[in-house]
Each structure stands twice: as C-alpha cells, then as structure tokens.
C-alpha cells in the first residue's frame, strides 16, 4: 500500500480526485519533453510511497509489453515531417508519437499506484456513495472485489480437476471440447454462488440490497482534494493552455 501519510489516512474519494486531477493534465501535455519529465517524478514518488521495485517492476513490464508492441509500428507509418531526420525508414514524429503513449502509460500506473493502492471494497463503496451512482452499482463494485478472487480460485480448481483426469489443452477439437465443459461449469458454479450471496443479503438485511454506509469527510480530506484540483488546474494551464 502506499506509505504517504496524508493519502493513506485520507478519505478514499479525496484519493481518487488526486489521481483525477494530476491525471488529466499529463494525458492533455502536447509536449514530448513535458511527458518525459513526468517519467522520472513519478519514480521518486514511487519510491517515496515505499512502493518497491519488485513490485511494481513486473507488472510494469507486463502491462507495457502489450501497448509496446502497438505502437512500434508508429516510426515508420506516421507520416513525417519535411526536412526532419530519418534512421532505417523511421522518422522521428512517429517515434516521438510512440515515445508519448509509453512514458504517459507508465505515468499513468505510477500515479495510479501511488493513489490506490490500499484501497479495498468498502472504500470504493464509499466512493459510489459519495458520487450517487446507487446502490445496485456500489454493491457491484463492492461484490466484484470480493469475488474475483473467489472465481479465480474457482478456475483453478476447475483447471487442475481437468489436469488430473488427463485433460490436455491443445489445437483440436477435443481441447475446445474441455475449454467449453470448463467454462459452462464456471457459469454454472457463478450463479450457484449468486444465489447464495442474495440469500445471505437478505437475511442480514431484510432487503435485495442493503444501504450504502457514508463516510464522514475531515478537514483534511477536503484540503487534500482542494489542493490537488488547484494543482491540477495550474499545471493543465501551464501545459497546455500557456505552454
């Protein structure tokens, strides 16, 4: 989780409106120099959070890999400029171009990261009910935290039950077979679950759905947020607007 004192003791809405608010003016900088700045402080505040880099470097790696192998295209289908330098075909608006996706992308995980990260269902409830979406969308985001792990487990199960009995993925028709025995046996294993999540529900609470619970804001909270959207604000009209 992350170790600054005053996001990890803040109130989970003031979290998210500081991602928010340094998150739009990086993805709005139209400067490759500006973007390439944001690289390195978003380091430091990796580091100053404590989060460790055996942490975040291999699901840094992993998530880049993907969006790495989209944009090397970019240097040699983006059209270039007249008079600009060209290597091996490449010219540079097209490299810059990619350079931009890569350094905003892994920005953008840092300072998500460094907001998020210890965060856990009933935060985002609280999130839901300070943003009115309800309470069937607050008890989705809650259940969805609570279950994913449990359906993955449920996958694993499933995978290992099929390994034992000599089930072996491959490309033929006997492997699509299995794939679609497993995945209908996971639907069915969801609704099963579902149905005993709704019993359990109305027993506590006497309804379908129970009320979303409010939590209070400090003093601090709302400075948090003022001073993150201020920041926000200033450095969107430096970047943008006045660059």
Known sequence: ASRFPILEQAHPTARCLVFAALAVPIGFMPHFWQI????????????MA???????????????????????????????QPGEPTWLAANWSGTESALKVL????????????CFLGL???????????????????????MSGRCLR???????????????????????????KVIGLLVGMGLIRSSARAERMGVALRLRTGVGTSQIPRRRWRGNDALLAGCALAAGTFL??????HP
């Open 150 to 176: 449990v359906l993955s487990g449920e996958w694993r199960q499933m995978r290992t039950a099929a390994r034992l009995r000599g089930a072996r993925l491959a490309a033929d028709n006997r492997s699509w």
């Open 120 to 142: 856990d269902a009933s935060d985002w409830r609280a999130v839901c009910a300070d943003l009115r979406l309800g309470s069937s969308v607050a008890m989705v985001v809650w």
């Open 50 to 80: 404590r989060i460790p880099a055996i942490w975040h470097g291999p699901r840094t790696f992993a998530a880049s890999g993907f969006l790495f192998l989209l944009v090397l295209p970019m240097p040699w289908t983006t059209p270039g």
């Open 236 to 241: 969107w009209w430096a970047t943008t607007v």
């Open 36 to 47: 390439a700045l944001a690289v390195p402080l978003s380091a430091i505040g990796l580091f």
């Open 103 to 114: 350094c905003r992308a892994w920005t953008m995980l840092a300072l998500g990261w460094i």
